[in-house]
């Protein structure tokens, strides 16, 4: 009787942008941040019970650029001052190739677009309300 095992095949986990790429994509998604996406959602601290962007920033997780928002509270009985919650994602697939994918209220990240380049993905993300932080 033959046994069975288990043998990793690999998958689009393993493909990462090399470190001259990365910077251009990070200086790119940094750009988008800066000249968009923080005028339009991040507004001027206020004093109010209930939850407030006060910062828009990205950071890589593996081969994946996510862009997160900073949430702050200035209720007494909330139970963290501040918070992050993601809301878009940029999953390197190849050579200025992306997935890019929103960040559901359930956790998870759905998947819309793909195989799009870097160009395509920020401007998507710029124009459609699916990849917006608030």
């Not at 940029?90 to 890019?100: A, G, Q, S």
């Not at 993905?121 to 608030?134: G, N, Q, T, V, Y």
């Amino acid at each position: 009787m033959a046994r069975g095992y288990w043998l990793y095949v690999g998958g689009r986990a393993g493909n990462k942008p090399q470190s001259g790429e990365k910077l251009a994509i990070t200086a790119a998604c940094e750009k988008l941040i800066r000249e968009v996406l923080k005028p339009r959602f991040v507004t001027k601290p206020r004093n109010t019970k209930f939850n407030y962007p006060v910062d828009i920033f990205g950071k890589w997780h593996g081969n994946k650029y996510r862009f997160l928002t900073r949430f702050r509270c200035d209720d007494p009985q909330s139970y963290e001052p501040e918070f992050e919650a993601p809301f878009a994602r940029l999953e390197y697939v190849w050579r200025d190739h992306f997935d890019l994918s929103y960040h559901r209220h359930t956790g998870e990240w759905f998947p819309i677009f793909q195989r799009v380049s870097l160009k395509e993905a920020l401007k998507l993300i710029e124009e459609d309300s699916h990849f917006w932080p608030c």
